[in-house]
Nanobody, 113 residues
Framework: QVQLVESGGGLVQPGGSLRLSCAPSGRIFSIKSMGWYRQAPGKQRELVAT????GSTNYADSVKSRFTISRRNVVYLQMNSLKPEDTAVYYCNAYMASGDDYWGQGTQVTVSS
């Protein structure tokens, strides 16, 4: 099993920045990729960014050039030029070589003036 502990959410003004962190523990050597997803009120959970164990990244079109995912044991999501529409609960995900998925508890990001 894998445990994921997230941190770094909060309230920020439009145009501001935040950095989310996700620390995995447990069977981390079986993790194939990690990523961030988000869910806004009344909407489905959507992919934000992923990074494979080899370092390949993938981003949602809505966050390209603003968000950066990186990984060095801990997975980071650097979010710049934040917009009100980025407001959501952000979830860390670990996708295992076995096909299993693990999720963090979620961290709230609110972009508002």
């Amino acid at each position: 099993q894998v445990q994921l502990v997230e941190s770094g959410g909060g309230l920020v003004q439009p145009g501001g920045s935040l950095r989310l962190s996700c620390a995995p523990s447990g069977r981390i050597f079986s993790i194939k990729s990690m990523g961030w997803y988000r869910q806004a009120p009344g909407k489905q959970r959507e992919l934000v960014a992923t990074i494979t164990s080899g370092g390949s990244t993938n981003y949602a079109d809505s966050v390209k050039s603003r968000f950066t995912i990186s990984r060095r044991n801990v997975v980071y999501l650097q979010m710049n030029s934040l917009k009100p529409e980025d407001t959501a609960v952000y979830y860390c995900n670990a996708y295992m070589a076995s096909g299993d998925d693990y999720w963090g508890q979620g961290t709230q990001v609110t972009v508002s003036s």
